[in-house]
């Protein structure tokens, strides 16, 4: 094929003819100097044609001496000198040597030297194939038979792959050259191998050079770099296998092998205007969209290589033609680099192509060294293995299965920075263009970073010349990933603000990964951008003993194991609290024991804070988010951390609040995506143990004392409605039934209101801990009151229990003597459920005397019974008849349950009094 030109234009070299190796380097240094043949000949003192026959291989061994003088003339140092004496003592391999045999980049071909050897079995055809796609990996046996059978296989499938396997065989042995091994095929443990050279096959070739334009590219040396993908290019007679059936064309080893072609020729184009060759890469660039129709990337560089060209029209048209299509054909606008690269068009924004007859003056690389920005990591790192593992398909073998942006988010103090951090570090052997990171300061005392600000740091960076810095935000991010363009380039965006001040630093590179931290969920990012999205959450409790540990010394954590645990749970297993802890555990030489009891109470964010540092404090991180939130998101904040559970529906948060259902649905939307409110539960809100400190340290006294007025109330509303419904005989009446609080609910059934009493227990039993406690006694014991009958039922005896006492606290303190002594059976009855009998006793005994002091006949009748046969039990007869028949004489004058019933029933009789059974 020597001296005919391929269908993108470059003249063709690979299968027929190839040129030697000094010529190449020789060139490539002329290039370099800016010469042009006449020049560089001229300063060697030799003809310009015996440079271009030295350049064009056809003179193998020049003289010492020549060589000496064209190394003057180019400006060449000792090592490029050696470089390239290196390259004529290696010297043009033997004629046809390095010829390949087996062609599969364009339709499937196997050759004897220049003549092809015939292979017309279509399945001979898709088995040699599949063996050069995959070649130098093997390829499985259900591989094989999936190609060789796209319908299915037959059932002596397996003898049949054996009999094809030795006629390819016999194949490669026609297409075996005089001297040296012809290629084979091998069985192997789990199918068959194509043994043979790497350049037996076109594919090794120009994966070959590819590589090595790439670490050119890298160096950064343009011009060898250009030669080198251009000869790559040159392998191409049309896509991989292009004669072969789909399920060949279309196997994940031709896709990939398909990718790295766009990839040379997105390289080579961006080479190409880089040195101000553009017309060469126009030829490559329209071979390739015509292949590639909706491939965003080769259009924009077939844009920016005609405009440079001259050819502005077309240009624009080319722009025209993709943006119907996509429009057509997905619904969606071009992309930002292609838009840019339009935008340039307009503007007349393009490298302009050199003149002809002027020697080539390549724009100046970006030099120095790359950039390496990655601060330093907090010591050693413990847990988060499957984080590490979401994170690592950024730089996953498998094309289909990497990712290009991460967003790890979550609340603050949990980790985000230093697992983006250790990620990184030990990664960064996958990025050897280097890393660059920033601290966008999206929740900072310092001011948010803009976006442009970010891309001038970066520019700089990359090596752009300061002095030549775009000035508008738009050309500097079209700079940006035009520098980044087929790097392999790590970008580490730490403490996002939202997706607006991330998406311009994005590089468009599929070789770039992005790792984003932030306290925001960025769900835009995810749903525009593609984004993973990776929620960070506390420790586990073996992950936060691991990190005190790593701290403050594994031995002093083993001898205080307990304590040790302790106080990871009192940090709520949050990393930035346990750090604190863990210094401040150094500095004071304390026992863990000591310090873990000391910590919780009102005051517990102040003790988490390292003496003289005011960042290393759990309060300053959260203030940060806290001060970022909306007026009326910062409310609702202060209020849910007074909320007596673990949780609140939207409407309880409204009742908290006293808004609408739907307002307080947006706030908490607000604070879930700031993450400082989880959704425990569907609908079911709650907030991490410190973060609900802090936000009752916010509260003040007035608008927490209105908030909890308005949640009980709410809760006893509610539950009230419930009991009734549930339980009326066992329910009180009520004095009057009170107005509907806020976001008030409408039990339609039995079964709304038991599923309602289920989901709220523990808030239930909260609220009246939480309102005994807080000066609300009225509505702590009525609620408990409401609340008891689904408590006994439902067989809840601790709730029950803890419930009961604290409603006989509030009785006590509301003055209500009745209300004690209803509370003090309540507690008799858990303790009897409990089989504590002796302290049931006692307690019914305290009951009863409450209930004398109260008036309150049906209390007394029923602790009588209880103390009766609690004597019964024990076998004290008297005593049990003495309280039985107290019991029978105050229901036989009709003043408590079971009046109007047989006089001579034993306390075993369960009347209708109906508080009794509510007690059982």
Known sequence: MSGRTSATGV????????????????????????????????????????????????????????????????????????????????????????????????????QRGRTPVPVTSPMLRRLLGLLALKHPEPSTQQEITDVLWPSGPPSSHQSLVHTYVSQVRRLLEQGGARNGPPPTVVRTPTGYLLEAPR???????????????????RAPDPASAYESLTRALRWWRGPVLADADPVLRQHPAAVVVNERRVKAALLHADTALLLRRPEEAVPVLWDMVNTEPLHEGLHARLILALASSGEQAAALNVFNRLRDRLDEELGIAPSAEVRDAHLRVLRQQFPPARRPGRPAQPERAPSGPFPAQLPATAGSYVGRRRQMRELDALVSPDPAARAHVVAVVGAPGVGKTALAKHWAHARREHFADGQLFVDLRGHSPLPTLRPADVLAQFLRALGAPPDQLPADEDEAAALYRTLLADRQTLIVLDNARDAEQVRPLIPGARGCAVVITSRSRLAGLVASDGARQLVLDVLDPDEGRRLLAATIGESRVAAEEEAARRLVRVCGGLPLAIRIAGANLLARDARIADYSA????????????????????????????????????????????????????????????????????????????????????????????????????????????????????????????AARLLYPAETAPAAGTPPAPSAALVFSDHGEAAEWLDDERENLAGAVLQASGSGFTAVAWRLAESLHPYLSTGMYTGDCLKVATASLFAAVADGEPRAQAAAQLRRAECHRALANDARALELFGSALELARQADWTEGQVLALRRIGAAHQQNGAERLACEHLSRARELTRCGRGPGAGTDAGAEGGTEAGGGYEDGLV
Not at 68 to 85: I, K, M, P, V, Y
Not at 199 to 217: M, P, S, T, V
Request: glycine share 10%; proline share 5%; charged share 30%.
């Open 11 to 110: 003249p063709q070299e690979g299968p027929g003819g190839e040129r030697g190796p000094f010529g190449l380097r020789l060139r490539a240094f002329r290039r370099r100097a800016g010469l042009s043949q006449e020049t560089a000949a001229s300063r060697a003192g030799i003809s310009t044609r015996a440079l271009r026959d030295i350049e064009r291989g056809r003179v193998q061994r020049p003289q010492s001496r020549t060589l000496q003088r064209l190394a003057e003339a180019l400006g060449l140092s000792s090592g490029e000198l050696g470089e390239l004496l290196a390259a004529d003592r290696t010297g043009p391999s033997p004629r046809g040597a390095g010829r390949p045999r087996l062609l599969i980049l364009g339709p499937l071909s196997l």
């Open 199 to 217: 350049n037996q096959i076109d594919l090794g070739h120009f994966n070959e050079l590819l590589d090595q334009a790439e670490r050119l590219h």
């Open 598 to 721: 000391e910590l919780p109470g009102d005051d517990m964010l102040s003790r988490l804070r390292v003496e003289g540092d005011r960042r290393s404090t759990v309060r300053a991180a959260f203030d940060l988010s806290y001060r970022a939130l909306p007026t009326a998101a910062r409310r609702m904040f202060r209020l849910l951390g007074l909320m007596p559970g673990p949780d609140l529906t939207v409407d309880g948060a409204a009742a908290l609040a006293d808004s609408t259902s739907a307002e307080a649905a947006g706030l908490l939307a607000v604070l879930t995506d700031a993450h400082l409110v989880r959704e425990r539960a569907a609908g079911r809100f709650g907030l991490h143990d410190l973060l609900r400190s802090y936000a009752r340290e916010l509260a003040g006294r007035e608008e927490a004392h209105a908030a909890r007025q308005r949640l009980f109330d709410w809760y006893l509303y509610h539950a009230d409605a």
